[in-house]
């Protein structure tokens, strides 16, 4: 698996608090991990120091920004969707033709069932088991883990859900590119999603992180400059025809986006219907 699966840590500023590297190997992934970096971060040095050149990608961020479309006129380069793109072309400079992304604040990463989340133990053979079934669905373009909102109101069930969000598993031989600089994830499922492009969430396996409003360094900065509703109203700019600005109704409710999928993807029709 080592050799067939790139695992990609995408982060910036934080080289003293990289959770996910630990969560990664206190749950039995015995891999190599690569760091992806921009070249405007100004911590570069001291990931270096803590990790290991060998084990540092930096890209151009600004190469990548002037060949997307963010969906703003905003100079707000402090963003994820250039590292996300990046990724592509790191894995196929590295040899890797399968990859996954991961962000870097994860604490929690186990096994969802009814009774609640179950400790993976190895996550060597979890990662195994699900690159085999996306190398043998060559119609998927991307698979994510589910998160605790895909679990509102109880387990979801194990199963594939229409979506893809935070984490996802890729091939540079199933190209494709995140858009809007911010809620990107959305915005690419929803605008890909309409014209027919699989995006799925396997809910078996769930990720856990912190508040990103709270913890410093990555994408806080932004989200404190812009808040929640200019961040989902780039997924409106990007789909408008199924996504919209609602109330989030939580603990601590807040603007987020919702979507139609009725509106979002193409429904497949029964064979009778066909003249």
């Not at 695992?7 to 500023?13: A, K, N, Y």
Request: with cysteine; proline share 2%; aromatic share 12%.
């Amino acid at each position: 698996m080592e050799n067939k699966l790139g695992v990609f840590i995408l982060t910036h500023g934080r080289p003293d608090n990289i959770k996910t590297y630990k969560l990664l190997r206190a749950r039995g992934y015995t891999g190599k991990i690569y760091f992806i970096l921009d070249n405007e971060d100004k911590t570069i040095d001291k990931y270096i120091e803590n990790f290991g050149s060998d084990n540092i990608i930096v890209f151009d961020k600004k190469y990548y920004a002037d060949n997307v479309d963010e969906g703003n006129n905003f100079d707000n380069r402090k963003v994820i969707i250039h590292a996300r793109n990046a990724c592509f072309d790191i894995a196929k400079n590295l040899g890797y033709k399968y990859f996954i992304q991961l962000d870097d604040d994860y604490y929690s990463l186990g096994y969802r069932y009814i009774e609640g989340e179950k400790k993976i133990n190895n996550l060597d053979k979890a990662f195994d088991i699900i690159l085999k079934y996306y190398i043998n669905t060559p119609q998927i373009t991307s698979i994510a883990f589910s998160q605790g909102g895909d679990h509102i109101g109880g387990f979801a069930g194990i199963k594939l859900k229409r979506k893809c969000m935070n984490s996802f598993i890729c091939s540079v031989d199933r190209p494709f590119k995140f858009i809007g600089s911010i809620n990107e994830d959305v915005n690419t499922y929803t605008s890909l999603g309409s014209r027919g492009v699989l995006f799925f969430t396997f809910t078996n396996i769930n990720l856990s992180q912190g508040d990103t409003q709270t913890n410093k360094g990555g994408m806080t900065d932004t989200y404190n400059l812009s808040g929640t509703y200019i961040k989902s109203f780039h997924s409106v700019l990007m789909h408008p025809s199924s996504v919209k600005i609602s109330m989030m109704n939580s603990k601590n409710p807040r603007l987020h986006h919702s979507i139609n999928w009725k509106n979002t993807t193409p429904m497949i029709l029964d064979e009778k219907h066909k003249k």
